[in-house]
């Protein structure tokens, strides 16, 4: 499985962006079968969870992007999409998504080593 992340940028504070990861080399059942997650990494700090899609749609996010981000997924188009609004400097990091072959339990959703394959991050700057 392949992972192509894209649409990262410049942007202002309070404005937003939409990244997108498409997948390629998935099993015969498509994207459908895989737990989809976003996550980031600062520069100097650790990879971080933002945002997970389950293969039955349930979402799940960070505390710290709650009410301003948004996952989704295109089946049909093996993508999965991160909207965010009201960007904050803070949430400037490579954005890196995931997928999974197996269900993640919940508690488990934020958890990096449960994620099978990574994309090769894409970089959202914002600027105060």
């Known amino acids: 499985v392949q992972l192509q992340a894209s649409g990262g940028g410049l942007v202002q504070a309070g404005g937003s962006l939409s990244l997108s990861c498409v997948a390629s080399?998935?099993?015969?059942?498509?994207?459908?079968?895989?737990?989809m997650g976003w996550f980031r990494q600062a520069p100097g700090k650790e990879r971080e969870f933002v945002a997970a899609?389950?293969?039955?749609?349930?979402?799940y996010y960070a505390d710290s992007v709650k009410g301003r981000f948004a996952i989704s997924r295109d089946n049909a188009k093996n993508t999965v999409y991160l909207r965010m609004n009201s960007l904050k400097p803070e949430d400037t990091a490579v954005y890196y998504c995931?997928?999974?072959?197996?269900?993640?339990?919940?508690?488990?959703?934020?958890?990096?080593?449960?994620?099978?394959?990574w994309g090769q991050g894409t970089l959202v700057t914002v600027s105060s």
């Open positions: 995931a997928a999974s072959r197996f269900v993640i339990a919940p508690q488990y959703i934020a958890t990096m080593s449960r994620y099978d394959y």
């Open positions: 080399g998935l099993s015969k059942y498509g994207l459908s079968n895989y737990g």
């Open positions: 899609i389950s293969s039955g749609g349930s979402t």
